[in-house]
Nanobody, 111 residues
């Protein structure tokens, strides 16, 4: 299983960014997929999940600002991030639980 995340970058507070993750080597349509993030010297933290039936779960810190979605034809999972805050700065990882992770993409939000 391989996960390739992209779409990170440097934005200003209040702006939006969409992360993408392409997944291969698994039956994507049956998988729950997720996004996590990590800042230096802190544990990786949960951001959002989306099930195979499009049920979504969000961390309280991003609820109402971030939207997770998926495209089962393209084997892609997305994270739309609106109203970004400096505290959203982190490396974002896509995740195929329990053990598969993408390589991470850096998101930096300036104040």
């Amino acid at each position: 299983v391989q996960l390739q995340a992209s779409g990170g970058g440097l934005v200003q507070a209040g702006e939006s960014l969409t992360l993408s993750c392409v997944v291969s080597g698994t039956t994507f349509s049956r998988r729950t997929m997720g996004w996590y993030r990590q800042v230096p010297e802190k544990p990786r933290e949960f951001v959002a999940f989306i099930s195979s039936t499009w049920q979504t779960t969000y961390a309280d810190s991003v609820k109402g600002r971030f939207t997770i979605s998926r495209d089962s034809y393209r084997n892609m999972v997305y994270l739309r991030m609106d109203s970004l805050k400096p505290e959203d700065t982190a490396v974002y990882y896509c995740h195929d639980p329990p053990q598969y992770w993408g390589q991470g993409t850096q998101v930096t939000v300036s104040s």
